[in-house]
């Protein structure tokens, strides 16, 4: 079993940054590949940014590519989501996800194991 934990979010001005970390339990981290997704109220939650299990392989909603950036360190068991030049329509619950197989995934239904998330609110 893995547990995520989220952290970082908060409220930022339009153009501003945040960073969001995820830690993760357990002695599978390093091969597991993990993601973060996003669910603004009253929406589906949908895919940002996804990694896999070296760092080496990326993947990005294109809605975020340019502005948002994934990195893991696995000495440290987390995953990070810098995230700048954020705008209004970034206001979301961020979700961190991982999954038991190496590689890039980006859909929902191919995670294994979730967070609780973080709230993201970009005020104009």
């Known amino acids: 079993q893995v547990q995520l934990v989220e952290s970082g979010g908060g409220l930022v001005q339009a153009g501003g940054s945040l960073r969001l970390s995820c830690a993760a339990s357990g002695r599978t981290f390093s091969s597991n590949g993990m993601a973060w997704f996003r669910q603004a109220p009253g929406k589906e939650r949908e895919f940002a940014a996804a990694?896999?299990?070296?760092?080496?392989?990326?993947a990005y909603a294109d809605s975020v590519k340019g502005r948002f950036t994934i990195s893991r360190d696995n000495v440290k068991n987390t995953v990070y989501l810098q995230m700048n030049s954020l705008k209004p329509e970034d206001t979301a619950v961020y979700y961190c996800?991982?999954?038991?197989?190496?590689?890039?995934?980006?859909?929902?239904?191919?995670?294994?194991?979730w967070g609780r998330g973080t709230q993201v609110t970009v005020s104009s």
């Open positions: 996800a991982g999954h038991w197989r190496g590689s890039v995934r980006t859909t929902t239904g191919g995670m294994d194991f």
């Open positions: 990694i896999n299990w070296s760092g080496s392989n990326t």
